[in-house]
């Protein structure tokens, strides 16, 4: 079936550093790939997302890069903030339906 | 607007016991997911729905029935609750228009089967 793995599963970096976290997926007609965080407690919460048609897109401190050929999609933060503490999930969607597939989920942490 | 809202929070089953989860939204969505969450673990799609009437299944909805009578409500059975069925429900919905198809998750509904 179709898969998404997310690489590392921790991370630790001190604060004002960048942040790298690494999504592949095995289906190659996905074309929607979205990044939630999620705080201790809560439902995900979208941070930021890009298409199919799209290389690379940018929302202040965070970005987020596609590339179709190698499957794979990165989520890049910078000037990490203890806020940015959380747990991250890349996703994608499979086919044009609603069948969205979630990688494992990467904990994030911004040590002061 | 509340967005979209679970009850309950939290919930103790005994084996063998069966449950509704409730969902609301009221942004007007079409489609509408329910996931579970292990400890630990990213979200698995049990079921989803793109309209009233219409629902299919995810990659876990063995053990669950849903059904979607309304655009608001999507609400998801558990019959004969079993210990493998411990986890953190989350439901979502989302809106298909344009360029548009984020979901919003509820807060969840942590469910312990004993």
């Known amino acids: 079936g179709e898969n998404v793995e997310q690489h590392p599963s921790t991370l630790s970096v001190q604060e004002g550093d960048s942040a790298v976290i690494k999504c592949t997926y095995s289906?190659?007609?996905?074309?929607?790939f979205p990044w939630y965080k999620q705080e201790l407690g809560k439902g995900p919460q979208l941070i930021i997302d890009?298409?199919?048609?799209?290389g690379e897109k940018k929302d202040q401190r965070i970005a987020v890069t596609l590339n179709k050929t190698a499957k794979h999609f990165s989520l890049h933060i910078t000037e990490t903030q203890p806020e940015d503490s959380a747990v991250y999930f890349c996703?994608?969607?499979?086919?044009?339906?609603?069948?969205?597939?979630f990688g494992p989920g990467t904990r994030l942490s911004v040590l002061p | 607007n509340a967005g979209v809202t679970q009850t309950p929070k939290f919930r103790i089953l005994k084996i063998g016991q069966s449950m509704t989860l409730q969902c609301a939204q009221d942004m007007n969505h079409n489609y509408m997911y329910w996931y579970r969450q292990d400890p630990g673990m990213g979200l698995k799609l049990i079921y989803y729905?793109?309209?009233?009437?219409?629902?299919d299944k995810g990659e876990v909805p063995n053990g669950y029935n849903v059904s979607r009578s309304t655009t608001e409500d999507f609400p998801l059975r558990l019959e004969l609750a079993a210990p493998s069925q411990t986890s953190v429900y989350f439901c979502?919905?989302?809106?298909?228009?344009?360029?548009?198809?984020?979901?919003?998750f509820g807060p969840g509904t942590r469910l312990t089967v004993l």
């Open positions: 289906d190659s007609a996905s074309n929607y």
């Open positions: 996703a994608a969607r499979f086919n044009y339906g609603q069948n969205f597939v």
């Open positions: 729905s793109v309209g009233a009437g219409i629902t």
């Open positions: 890009i298409r199919s048609n799209v």
């Open positions: 979502a919905s989302s809106q298909l228009a344009g360029s548009t198809d984020t979901q919003y």
